[in-house]
């Protein structure tokens, strides 16, 4: 009698330890253990897509609001983990977006200065000098892209022979 009580104990309790291993403990959630925080320069990225979005709508200023929140985000994961192109890419980006060009142009260049050929900056940088009427600066942006086979290389292209106009 206590031989299978015993067993019975133990089996309960492998049963309850392995359901709580697999994320059916009481907290009501079906993340499954396995939830993942968002870093502030994904919940920036993440804002600026919406953005982009709300901006070929035509809603500016509601993209230019997330822009803003990006911004911020930006500036919490640049302070956490400075020296990483990607986030001052987009820094450069957002900062451009909401019509600060002097400083968008740091963040562009202190970016190209850790990761010289960073498509993203290079397209955006040259953006940024079409639309403070420094062509020959855009042109070199280009040159740089020019062997990437990418669509930042036809979209700068595009900006720069006034096919495409860039908004700013």
């Known amino acids: 009698m206590i031989k299978k009580t015993l067993i019975t104990l133990i ?7 392995n359901s709580l291993a697999a994320g059916s403990g009481g907290d009501g959630g079906d993340s499954g253990g396995t939830s993942k925080v968002k870093s502030d320069y994904d919940k920036a990225v993440s804002f600026i897509k919406v953005a982009k979005k709300q901006e070929e709508k035509g ?14 985000l ?12 990607d986030t001052l890419n987009y820094l450069g980006f957002t900062t451009r ?6 400083t968008a142009e ?11 050929n960073h498509i ?9 000098y079409v639309a403070t009427n420094r062509h020959n600066l855009a042109v070199e942006r280009l040159e ?13 292209k595009s900006i720069i022979a006034g096919e495409k106009v860039s908004k700013y």
Do not use: M
Request: proline share 3%; hydrophobic share 30%.
């Open 11 to 17: 089996t309960c309790l492998f049963l309850t330890t």
């Open 59 to 72: 809603k500016i200023e509601k993209a230019k609001k997330r822009y803003q929140k990006a911004q911020k």
């Open 74 to 85: 930006l500036l919490k994961s640049n302070i956490k983990e400075p020296k990483k192109a």
């Open 97 to 102: 977006k909401l019509g600060d060009f002097e």
């Open 106 to 116: 740091k963040y562009y260049l202190e970016g190209l200065a850790l990761k010289p």
């Open 120 to 128: 993203g900056i290079n397209e955006y940088l040259g953006e940024l």
């Open 144 to 156: 740089v892209l020019k062997s990437c086979s990418c669509e930042e290389y036809d979209e700068l």
